[in-house]
């Protein structure tokens, strides 16, 4: 329905009016948003402290020892290489989940590399949690599979007990 056109001069003069008091109730609302949008309550003029949060003393070490220590070598560094081949090797790894795996097997190669929430998030045993992730990452793909026993996926989980076993970590059942 179209408006009718006002024919009359008080006609006009009243539409007119009509819409200048519409158009300037308009502004008003839209300067007063504006405002509000942009203007910071005085309650929230301070800024919010920062919550602390208490570490357990051997993380607060890690934080401090991490990112000094050299690439790992002996046993440990041969056992995480001979990971690293599996996994490279093995199919039934998605391209997510083998990267994944690579980023935690260069963490356990180069802990220094390690970022700062990440030792923060791994606890007091940061080897041990890695190697953890990894297991973890590795039943969530044979999972995939239906738990397929002849996947490669079954052969890196039980080499990641022996490992969670090394560095005090509890294994994963499905894997022995």
């Not at 949008?37 to 949060?53: E, G, K």
């Not at 998605?94 to 795996?101: A, D, K, P, S, V």
């Amino acid at each position: 329905m179209s408006a009718k056109k006002p024919t009359s001069q008080r006609d006009k003069q009243t539409f007119y009016a009509s819409l200048g008091f519409f158009l300037l109730t308009c502004a008003v609302l839209f300067f007063v948003n504006q405002r509000n949008a942009t203007a910071t309550p005085a309650s929230f003029t301070a800024p919010t402290p920062a919550q602390m949060m208490t570490l357990v003393p051997e993380v607060a070490a890690n934080l401090t020892r991490m990112p000094q220590l050299p690439e790992l070598t002996g046993e440990l560094a041969d056992q995480v290489r001979g990971l690293e081949q599996q996994v490279a090797a093995c199919p039934d790894y998605g391209t997510e989940r083998r990267r994944q795996m690579q980023q935690h097997i260069d963490w356990l190669l180069a802990p220094a590399t390690l970022p700062q929430n990440m030792i923060i998030a791994l606890g007091t045993n940061p080897t041990g949690k890695l190697v953890f992730g990894m297991a973890t990452y590795t039943t969530a793909e044979w999972s995939l599979i239906a738990r397929n026993p002849d996947s490669c996926l079954l052969p890196i989980g039980s080499y990641l007990n022996q490992l969670l076993l090394a560095t005090g970590e509890s294994v994963f059942a499905e894997f022995e």
